[in-house]
T-cell receptor
Framework: DGGITQSPKYLFRKEGQNVTLSCEQN?????MYWYRQDPGQGLRLIYY???????QKGDIAEGYSVSREKKESFPLTVTSAQKNPTAFYLC????????????FGPGTRLTVT | QKEVEQDPGPLSVPEGAIVSLNCTYS??????FMWYRQYSRKGPELLMY????GNKEDGRFTAQVDKSSKYISLFIRDSQPSDSATYLC?????????????FGRGTSLIVHP
């Protein structure tokens, strides 16, 4: 089955700890994205990557970091510098950077206390 | 003013009703228009994808784009309780070689038996 996987589904961390969220896709898509979703706020773009070893900041990149060492993988690290990290995080991919049709993973709910 | 406006609802309708979901936007450069369905605690699922103005139909779903009014709609015929979800509109245009979509905040739809 082709698709996007995110793990884990739920993640709990203590304040001050860095945490890495996994995103893997087997759709052979070039572009990958990370969004944050908060209640009533819609989707906000954190980072995106159009090709391997290259990525750009989105609207709310502060306190986050990413890497794109393989086409299939785009992990997101939520650092201790992120002031309000508790949220629902969604990974998406599209066939190319010019492809507007994004396909989403199931999401990871991160809770930081 | 946000680039994409979407009434958060909730919109409550009886089973079998025709549902109309709408978004307005301010950026006349938008060329690609999408509708996503998101069930609670899941990732968004692409429902409809339209380029420029006009209508597109897929089963019980019809997407309509009116670029002159900067207004897009999603119609759901013969609505079912399983259609209860949040519906997100998204739209994009070429910007620096990529087509990163801008999302509305989503409309919560409840279809009651």
């Amino acid at each position: 089955d082709g698709g996007i996987t995110q793990s884990p589904k739920y993640l709990f961390r203590k304040e001050g700890q860095n945490v890495t969220l996994s995103c893997e896709q087997n759709l052979n898509h070039d572009a990958m994205y990370w969004y944050r979703q908060d209640p009533g706020q819609g989707l906000r773009l954190i980072y995106y990557s159009q090709i391997v070893n290259d990525f750009q900041k989105g609207d709310i990149a502060e306190g986050y970091s990413v890497s794109r060492e393989k086409k299939e993988s785009f992990p997101l690290t939520v650092t201790s510098a992120q002031k309000n990290p508790t949220a629902f995080y969604l990974c998406a991919s599209s066939i190319a950077a010019g492809g507007s049709e994004q396909y989403f993973g199931p999401g990871t709910r991160l809770t930081v206390t | 003013q946000k680039e994409v406006e979407q009434d958060p609802g909730p919109l409550s309708v009886p089973e079998g009703a025709i549902v109309s979901l709408n978004c307005t936007y301010s950026n006349s450069a938008f060329q690609y228009f999408m509708w996503y369905r998101q069930y609670s605690r899941k990732g968004p699922e692409l429902l409809m994808y339209t380029y420029s103005s006009g209508n597109k139909e897929d089963g019980r779903f019809t997407a309509q784009v009116d670029k002159s009014s900067k207004y897009i709609s999603l119609f759901i015929r013969d609505s079912q309780p399983s259609d209860s979800a949040t519906y997100l509109c998204a739209m994009s245009h070429a910007s620096g070689g990529s087509y990163i979509p801008t999302f509305g905040r989503g409309t919560s739809l409840i279809v009651h038996p």
